[in-house]
């Protein structure tokens, strides 16, 4: 995940909403480090990874798999550059916004400005994927 923006909004709403279990990936272990620090259920597991890189893909598989029997949800938001988003902030409760609220946030952005920043990302996201792929055969 490139955690400042989509990554993070997403890992929390997943942890903020019941996930058992939400593994995050990044380059930056204090990036990685902060959004535990934002979340206020004790569920987001970092790993730290270098997407470019297969080798540390994989060794950010075996970290997850260790912990893990299988994955329920992949969301490959990895990428540099692209949109500036940010995302939604607390409610005024100082909760979380929920997996509805942070849809509708992202819901207004244009399809072609979307592809326009992310259609070349379809490289780094297919290698990301594949990571995983044994551990969604192993939940079977």
């Known amino acids: 995940f490139h ?9 929390l709403a997943l942890a903020e909403n019941g996930a058992a279990k939400v593994f995050i990936l990044g380059r930056r272990e204090e990036v990685l480090q902060e959004t535990v620090s934002l979340s206020k259920k004790d569920t987001i597991i970092p790993v730290q990874a270098d997407i470019t890189s297969k080798g540390s893909l994989q060794a950010a598989y075996e970290t997850v798999a ?20 940010s995302p939604p902030g607390p409610k005024p409760d100082g909760s979380i916004p929920s997996l509805l609220e942070f849809r509708d ?23 990301h ?6 551990s969604a055969q192993r939940s079977k």
């Open 66 to 85: 260790a912990q893990t029997e299988h994955v329920d949800l992949l969301i490959a938001s990895s990428g540099y550059g692209g949109l500036p988003m």
């Open 105 to 127: 946030h992202l819901w207004v952005l244009s399809r072609r400005r979307f592809r326009k920043a992310y259609g070349n990302q379809r490289e780094r996201d297919f290698f």
């Open 3 to 11: 955690l400042p923006g989509l990554g993070r909004s997403t890992a």
């Open 129 to 134: 994927r594949c990571c995983i792929l044994a």
